[in-house]
């Protein structure tokens, strides 16, 4: 979604600002612009498309400055256009503001400003809360002339309903930027002799080994050497300054031809990381430290919510599976959007989890204060270190997958169920579950690197799958029990990235109404590595062969599939326990050369954004 950088220093801006907007790309977005202050001029300069056309825009233009900020948005209010890009300028052309977020009364705002002889360019909410900056800045008078700029848009944002990530500059004020957030994240990096702004680490672009996170409430004012902040009460505020981990936060495409590509190959790695230091052979369990919860009070909990969307959300459905088969306790999954607002009743000793991987998902970061708020433990797995969810949660656990900057999520889903499984394991063993029983499930854990390994070995037989079936425009994706859920998971990725429709369902609600979709033209993808439903499974796949479907079995039991499938991608035998990380494998390297096949632009897919910070 939008990317906000900026920057006050000694160099020149435009590079930093531009490269820091390019490292932001793979948020999504449809345009991009900046905003220079030189010599007590505001030049500004905005494109609709990519950041490179904005580059070669601006290389026209002799601009020269040491401070500015710049930005990529995601439409909201107003179509895309040069008009609508950030950064939005006051009408009395003293102030710029790069905006994430959205402003709900900007309409209320901008009638008052009308009268008030404001005039606005574009039809964006953002440019409202520029102006009315503007009017606090010239109604307030009698603030001292050093914290003047800082004052007016203190003021301005006390009226503003809906959350937003700012950054602003002044031509009254060329030395300073001022920064906010409320419900989106803004971050300010410290380098030597320069800040920097930016609404994600890698804005940074490597610039700045120190951060700061600007909680919600909160307004920072930035020059070359210092940062101060105060809350949006005025009263000011001690932070913490922490230090940027580059390993974790590294997002280069090292050799790949995508991030997509580079983080599918990265599942081995990343699962490692999810369980290294968290499985105790001796005791046939999960260490779970960040849960914060002792095992009395793990043994008191009667039921968990999952709270999450998109891929997470498939993740929390998976853990529902597992969670109600080892450590036998209801489970419910709510997307963390309806959550927020459906008043679910919980009970006295619900846990409530949500997931992440971003950990900046303004629906998920809604569901987990809503379930706080009514005074439930929140727990929270997420994959970004220090973000939003990470903190404001009362524990919970990292995935420590490395970045993910595909915006289709891929090795974040797998170690979010590993994550999910070592729970299940850890309050199964508090449980029922036996010590012989956890043991085999620590065994299959720890085998699941090289399980995962050795299926992305089956690449080249899958793109060649990917060519025949590349132009078929729908899909069905199957699977029963724990697998319906990677068919859903399937079934998105070839969405996100193909632009195919795709739809997923329990192998057994097919002839309750989507068999009506069968035909030659929309193969089925179907999982099947639950041996205790396989005979089940291939029932349905000969309801589908009857209709003359076609037939792509992920699966661990070829022989139950041959002269059945169309196409068999063979997975290795495994326990239970590990198979819908392992089968989630092959889905998405179809996803992915089907995309690439259909010449789509995998790491920047139409109309979607990495992490979803407005409702
Ligand atoms: O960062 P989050 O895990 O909270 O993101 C949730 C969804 O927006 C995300 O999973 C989305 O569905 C991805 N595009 C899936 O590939």
Redesign the pocket.
């Known amino acids: 979604m939008c990317g906000i950088t900026g920057y006050i220093g000694k160099r020149d801006a435009t590079p930093i600002l531009i490269e820091g907007l390019k490292k932001l790309e793979y948020r999504g977005y449809d345009s991009a612009g900046i905003a220079l202050l030189d010599n007590g001029k505001m030049n500004v300069c905005k494109k609709k498309g990519r950041v490179d056309v904005l580059a070669e825009e601006i290389s026209k233009k002799p601009f020269k400055a040491n401070l500015g900020i710049s930005h990529t948005r995601w439409a909201t209010h107003g179509g895309v256009t040069d008009a609508n890009a950030h950064p939005h300028v006051s009408s009395d052309g003293k102030f710029a503001l790069v905006h994430n977020g959205i402003v709900e009364n900007f309409e209320s705002i901008k009638t008052f400003l009308t009268k008030k002889g404001y005039t606005f360019k574009s039809q964006t909410d953002s440019e409202a809360l520029v102006n009315l900056i503007a009017y606090h800045y010239d109604f307030r008078t009698d603030e001292s002339l050093e914290n003047r700029f800082l004052e007016a848009v203190r003021k301005a944002l006390i009226h503003v309903e809906g959350t937003y990530g700012i950054a602003v500059i002044s031509k009254e004020k060329p030395d300073e930027i001022v920064a906010a957030r409320k419900g989106s994240p803004l971050l300010i990096g410290i380098g030597k002799n320069e800040r920097l702004v930016s609404s994600d680490v890698l804005g940074f672009a490597g610039r700045a080994n120190n951060v700061i996170y600007l909680d919600d409430g909160q307004i920072a004012s930035i020059t070359i050497d210092n940062c101060d902040i105060i809350s949006i009460g005025n009263k000011p505020i001690e932070y913490k300054v922490k230090e940027i981990d580059w390993e974790l936060e590294n997002a280069d495409l090292a050799g790949a031809k995508h991030y997509m590509q580079k983080e599918i190959y990265e599942q081995p790695k990343a699962i490692e990381n999810a369980i290294r230091g968290r499985i105790s052979d001796d005791a046939s369990t999960a260490i779970l430290h960040g849960l914060n919860m002792t095992a009395q009070e793990m043994r008191q909990v009667d039921r968990i919510i999952f709270c999450?969307?998109?891929?997470?959300?498939h993740a929390c459905l998976v853990a529902e599976q597992l969670i109600e088969k080892y450590a036998r306790i209801p489970v419910e999954v709510e997307y963390a959007s309806e959550f927020r607002y459906r008043n679910t009743p919980i009970e006295k000793n619900t846990l409530v989890f949500v997931?992440?991987?971003?950990?900046?998902?303004i629906d998920?970061l809604e569901a987990l204060r809503e379930s706080q708020r009514k005074g439930f433990k929140t727990l929270a797995i997420t994959?970004?270190i220090a973000s939003t969810i990470s903190r404001e949660s009362d524990g919970g656990l990292y995935q420590y997958a490395g970045k993910e900057v595909g915006?289709?999520?891929?090795k974040?889903?797998t170690s979010q169920v590993v994550i999910c499984l070592l729970i299940a394991l850890h309050i199964g063993r508090m449980r029922d579950l036996s010590y012989t029983a956890g043991k085999e499930i620590v065994e299959a854990i720890k085998k699941l690197p090289n399980l995962v390994e050795e299926t992305l070995q089956q690449a080249k037989h899958i793109e060649e799958i990917a060519k025949k079936y590349a132009f078929n425009e729908d899909f069905l994706f199957l699977g029963r029990l724990d697998e319906f859920p990677i068919a859903l998971e399937g079934a998105?990725?070839l969405k996100?990235i193909s632009y195919i429709h795709a739809e997923a369902y329990p192998a057994g609600e097919m002839k309750h109404g989507p068999i009506a979709l069968i035909c030659p033209e929309c193969p089925s993808v179907i999982f099947a590595n639950a041996e205790d439903v396989l005979s089940k499974v291939v029932s349905n796949a000969q309801e589908i062969k009857a209709r003359k479907g076609k037939i792509i079995a992920i699966t661990s039991f070829p022989e139950a599939f041959e002269g059945l499938a169309d196409d068999i991608i063979q997975l290795p035998k495994m326990h239970d326990c590990v198979r819908t990380i392992v089968a989630t494998v092959p889905a998405q390297l179809l996803a992915y050369y089907i995309a690439l096949e259909r010449g789509c632009d995998v790491d920047k897919p139409r109309n979607?954004a990495?992490?979803?910070t407005v409702e």
């Open positions: 999450a969307c998109g891929t997470a959300w997931l992440s991987q971003s950990g900046e998902t998920t994959n970004a915006v289709a999520s891929t974040a889903f998105l990725k996100e979607l990495k992490a979803v």
